[in-house]
């Protein structure tokens, strides 16, 4: 599963995915083929923190796509 976040930083073509890089880190890339392909149980934990994503990075949605 994917999590793609779009309109960053109030900018309606900008979008990202997320990239785990480790255990407890991560960063959101610009490029599909970059992004993590988590688990459901993953992509779950990371979407418990969905509104903090949003506020942080000032985007507009946040959702999960189900492969690359």
């Known amino acids: 599963m994917i999590i793609k976040m779009m ?3 109030g900018f309606d073509n900008t979008k990202a995915y997320f990239r785990k890089i480790g255990d407890g880190c991560f960063d ?15 992509a779950e934990e990371v979407m418990k923190y969905k509104d903090w994503y949003l506020n942080n990075y000032n985007a507009d949605i946040m959702f ?3 492969k690359k």
């Open 7 to 9: 309109g960053l930083y």
């Open 28 to 42: 959101f890339v610009n490029d599909k083929k970059y992004a993590s392909n988590l688990s459901s149980e993953e």
């Open 64 to 66: 999960i796509i189900d």
